[in-house]
């Protein structure tokens, strides 16, 4: 049984706690690292071509405005066959209630055919939000087995919270 995650996060400015602070590795890739570790998983980061500000403010409002239009912004490489696993963990932050649009132009691309999605979701307040909706729209095909909401703030010291769930997950 092979495993794949698929994530994006954000480094630099991010709300954290009540407050703006700048971190050199982002939440969702804490949690990335921590099902690797877990379950033995190849992993994928969504990367943008053009990058979101540096500025936290600017970037929620580019966030904002990619939601209302329903943006798929274009990626520095896609993932093309996901044929070989059968666990697909998405990991990413609550932005405006959903993931970042950047994840749905990589989710949107694959066969979830035979596949179990299994998704955590960062937030700083808001938790799942509309995630579970959008995974079942965007992942088509799949079976969605568990979800798990992790504080961001609380993210670089999740790691039995997040190992004890990946491996619960692939059982």
């Not at 190849?42 to 970037?59: G, L, Q």
């Not at 990619?66 to 044929?83: C, V």
């Not at 095909?141 to 997040?162: C, D, H, I, K, W």
């Amino acid at each position: 049984m092979k495993n794949l995650i698929i994530y994006y996060s954000r480094r630099g400015q991010n709300y954290v706690n009540g407050t703006i602070k700048s971190l050199e590795k982002g939440n969702a890739e804490f949690i990335a690292g921590f099902i690797k570790d877990a379950v033995d998983a190849d992993i994928f980061e969504v990367d943008t071509v053009k990058p979101y500000s540096e500025d936290y403010t600017a970037c929620t409002e580019e966030a904002k405005a990619e939601l209302r239009a329903k943006a798929r912004p274009e990626l520095k490489k896609y993932l093309k066959d996901i044929s070989e696993y059968e666990n697909i963990f998405i990991a990413g932050p609550n932005w405006w209630g959903v993931y970042p649009m950047a994840l749905y132009t990589q989710l949107e691309k694959l066969d979830f055919k035979n596949k179990t999605v299994h998704y955590v979701v960062t937030h700083e307040g808001s938790g799942l939000g509309g995630v579970p909706e959008t995974i079942k729209d965007s992942c088509r095909g799949a079976t969605v087995g568990s979800a798990l909401e992790v504080r961001g703030g609380n993210a670089p010291s999740s790691r039995s919270q997040v190992e004890n769930w990946a491996k619960n997950a692939v059982k």
